[in-house]
């Protein structure tokens, strides 16, 4: 037995070496490789001294024409210095993903975890989630950083808000709440970056800054269009997700947009640039523009008479690099010019160098840093599949349920699957996707539970016939249950296309009725799409059971879809660690709740459209303008922000809930007569935000017969009256998995800065004094707030 232990142990080092040695030999060439004579003892190799000096002194090497190639995506190898070509440019959306040139599959990476889109992941309002996964993908980026397959910078999250139902790159984003897009913005870059002091494993970038939401709508397109933004809308709505970013996620990078803001292309404007992002967040590290937006300022929106004025204005805006030649063309004669100094440039590459420095990328031999070891077999591990799993289960949404769901194996032994979107396999991963590992698609999902009759019904998703349909019919007829995957893909919604409606498209509602009416038992809907749908026929048709909003749900989509329409899961295997099987046999699986996915954004009616353009960026009614999102439209809704029904029934109570709160107010401003209490609210600035907040404890009880995950949305509104008030904002939420029968205690700290406060019309954010209320599901709560003006005489 020793011998064989010992024959086995010499095995596998032997293998480990060969992996290893592979890996070095795949790697391409670095920097400060201490076998270079010519290199090793450059002062910017030397890993004891502090990173301002190394910088500076690698800085000092270069000649400007060298610095000149280094302000570009696809920076220039320095061979004199033993530094390598980068190319900054790879995008980690919801997974590794080769849309960038810095990242392609092949030979030992052929493909990497697919995690549903961005949209679905957000439904899930679950933030360890999203930081796991960001860990995972950073993972899997490193690893075959290691290979020589991919970067270190990874441009991503797209953090936007999506603020009309139209926009094809919504689905790139967490909603339209700028509060839920702050939290996921800044726990899935903590996820990507996985600081450890200063080192980074991958540098993240959130983008596009700012009041980007518009692609190409009714002849206007993100090159030349002008966002009109109110300092207020900024203030509150389009900034807040980046802040959170940069402030909270203590993200790497930025990118600014296409479009100008106020008649100034982002990338030019030092106000955004310098002054918000680096001067009032506090960026550390590098502004990169959109990839050619630079060019885009010169050629198409025509900002400056020169094109070395355009580079000129950019970097002394604050842009350090560009995704595009435009500075590596135009930079020289902006110099020569003087329209900008060799200084500028170098405080441009101070702020990426440092990030590349923090990497590890001057560090010498890879394989002897942190994540050196990473490697093909940390890629699509079962551990990370089954992870993308889970993350779809939790971001599908039940819109409707007359009862029908969940299907049983029992009584629904055939079930009849039916749609363009039913056996799809690439339209679950959406847009700026990689190569998944592998996929299952909804057919194959279901076929686990039951005999599935299969019909598409229509050629495409375009469903631009009916010739398909009496087969549709009759698959349902013959069907113990009638599940119909129907909805968009790319064709439909994506980068630079917009959608003109928001009906299903093409004779995809006839397709579903006419099944519906079929259907030997209950219909189920299942809607496959990154933004809303106005499926009121289908909410409306007592023939249609249920309905559920699945988005683009991953590489496991399928299987998912159907453990959710079959109300199972494998409750041993909830845990984000550790290695898993994707595929469980059935006779395994017990019935319990899983989804508790909830929408992140709201689902208009299709008349909606017809009154809002898309390039009226007002977020507030005014006039005949409904105004947009939760916050503040006020009309009808096919389905509200925050909707998701539950196979389970929960109620919620107050158990310790104040009801008088105070804000502090600070002494020292008063003192100097520099204060302001206008309009019965108080400046943000001139209270005392760090005083402990108030303590709600909200007790959530399963009354129903199953155990069920609940997710937890707490709102706050305004005292009514003010002029600066909004419907409701959403302040915190929580999932809770809550066994039937029992109750769960959250605890919500209350903050009035944070959580009670309101943006005027200068962009000044303020706490109004009065009566609020906070809204937990159908429980008001009232808090009546007064500044606390003991001692201090005004």
């Given at each position: 037995m020793a011998k064989s232990s010992s024959l086995f142990l010499s095995l596998f080092l032997l293998i480990a070496a060969a992996a290893c040695f592979s890996l070095v030999e795949s790697r391409p060439p670095f920097a400060c490789d201490p076998r270079n004579g010519l290199t090793r003892s450059l002062k910017f190799c030397r890993v004891n001294l502090p990173l301002h000096m190394r910088v500076r002194d690698l800085?000092?090497?270069?000649?400007?024409?060298?610095?000149?190639?280094?302000?570009?995506?696809?920076?220039?190898?320095?061979?004199?210095l033993g530094i390598q070509g980068y190319e900054w440019w790879s995008e980690a959306l919801h997974g590794v993903s080769n849309v960038g040139p810095g990242t392609k599959f092949g030979g030992d990476f052929p493909g990497a975890t697919s995690f549903p889109q961005v949209i679905t992941t957000a439904a899930a309002f679950n933030e360890s989630l999203w930081e796991q996964i960001g860990r995972v993908v950073s993972d899997e980026a490193r690893a075959m950083y290691n290979g020589g397959m991919a970067g270190l910078t990874y441009w991503s999250p797209n953090v936007n808000i999506f603020r009309d139902p139209r926009w094809g790159r919504g689905q790139e984003t967490p909603g339209e709440d700028p509060v839920l897009a702050g939290k996921y913005a800044a726990r899935y870059v903590r996820g990507l970056q996985s600081p450890t002091g200063t080192r980074l494993k991958v540098a993240a970038c959130c983008k596009h800054y700012t009041?980007?939401?518009?692609?190409?709508?009714?002849?206007?397109?993100?090159?030349?269009?002008?966002?009109?933004?109110?300092?207020?809308?900024?203030?509150?709505?389009?900034?807040?997700p980046f802040k959170a970013c940069v402030v909270e996620g203590k993200v790497a990078s930025v990118m600014c947009s296409y479009n100008q803001v106020n008649g100034k292309p982002t990338c030019a404007d030092p106000d955004l640039l310098k002054g918000t992002i680096r001067g009032q967040w506090g960026l550390a590290g590098y502004i990169v523009s959109d990839c050619d937006s630079v060019g885009v300022m010169y050629d198409t929106q025509h900002f400056t008479a020169t094109p070395e004025e355009s580079a000129a204005d950019a970097i002394k805006a604050g842009l350090d690099l560009d995704c595009g030649p435009f500075l590596a063309i135009h930079t020289d004669m902006a110099v020569r010019r003087g329209l900008i100094s060799e200084t500028d440039v170098d405080m441009a590459l101070a702020n990426?160098?440092?990030i590349q420095m923090r990497l590890g990328m001057f560090d010498g031999e890879p394989s002897a840093q942190p994540y050196g070891n990473l490697g093909p077999r940390d890629v699509c591990t079962p551990a990370h599949q089954q992870l993308a799993l889970e993350a779809a289960r939790q971001g599908i949404v039940l819109l409707k349920n007359s009862g029908s769901l969940p299907l049983s194996t029992t009584r629904h032994r055939t079930v009849a699957v039916i749609g363009p979107n039913s056996d799809v396999t690439v339209t679950m991963i959406g847009n700026y996707a990689g190569v998944a590992c592998g996929y299952t698609s909804p057919l194959q999902g279901i076929a686990r539970y039951a005999r599935a009759i299969h019909q598409p019904g229509c050629?495409?998703?375009?469903?631009?016939?009916?010739?398909?349909?009496?087969?549709a019919e009759a698959a349902s007829r013959n069907a113990d249950a009638t599940v119909l995957v129907m909805?968009?893909?790319?064709?439909?919604?994506?980068?630079?296309?917009?959608?003109?409606?928001?009906?299903?498209?093409?004779?995809?509602q006839e397709l579903v009725s006419r099944v519906a009416r079929a259907s030997r038992g209950p219909t189920v809907l299942v809607l496959m799409s990154g933004g809303p749908i106005d499926v009121t026929f289908a909410k409306n048709d007592p023939r249609i059971s249920a309905i559920i909003w699945a988005g683009y749900p991953g590489q496991a989509g399928g299987t998912a879809i159907a453990d959710v329409l079959f109300g199972t899961t494998n409750p041993g295997n909830l845990s984000f660690s550790g290695h898993f099987n994707v595929e469980f046999p059935l006779s395994k699986l017990i019935f319990i709740y899983i989804t508790g996915g909830k929408l992140p954004m709201t689902w208009y009616p299709q008349d909606y459209v017809a009154k809002?353009?898309?390039?009226?960026m007002g977020m507030r009614p005014s006039g005949g303008y409904p105004g947009r999102t939760y916050r503040f439209y006020r009309g009808p809704v096919v389905f509200p922000f925050g909707h998701g029904l539950s196979y389970t029934t929960f109620r919620h109570s107050l158990a310790i809930a104040p009801t008088d709160l105070s804000v502090l107010l600070d002494t020292n401003l008063f003192a100097t007569k520099n204060y302001s209490l206008s309009s019965n609210a108080v400046r943000v600035k001139h209270a005392k935000c760090d005083s402990p907040s108030s303590l709600f404890h909200i007790d959530v009880e399963n009354t129903g017969n199953m155990d069920g995950t609940h997710t937890l949305l707490v709102f706050s509104s305004p005292p009514a009256g003010q002029k600066w008030s909004l419907n409701k904002q959403l302040i915190s939420f929580r999932r809770v998995h809550v066994v039937a029968g029992s109750k769960q205690r959250v605890k919500i700290n209350v903050n009035p800065c944070k959580h009670l406060s309101v943006v005027d019309e200068f962009g000044i954010q303020r706490i109004p004094m009065g009566s609020h209320s906070l809204h937990i599901g159908d429980l008001k709560h009232s808090i009546s707030l007064q500044a606390n003006l003991e001692g201090i005489k005004a």
């Open positions: 800085i000092g090497r270069l000649t400007l024409a060298e610095k000149i190639r280094l302000l570009v995506n696809n920076a220039i190898a320095v061979p004199r009041a980007y939401d518009i692609d190409n709508w009714n002849g206007v397109d993100r090159y030349h269009f002008n966002a009109r933004v109110s300092k207020q809308d900024l203030a509150d709505t389009y900034d807040v990426t160098i440092t050629s495409d998703i375009a469903c631009g016939t009916n010739n398909q349909f009496e087969l909805g968009l893909d790319q064709s439909i919604e994506a980068e630079f296309r917009d959608r003109k409606g928001l009906l299903l498209p093409g004779l995809q809002v353009p898309m390039t009226n």
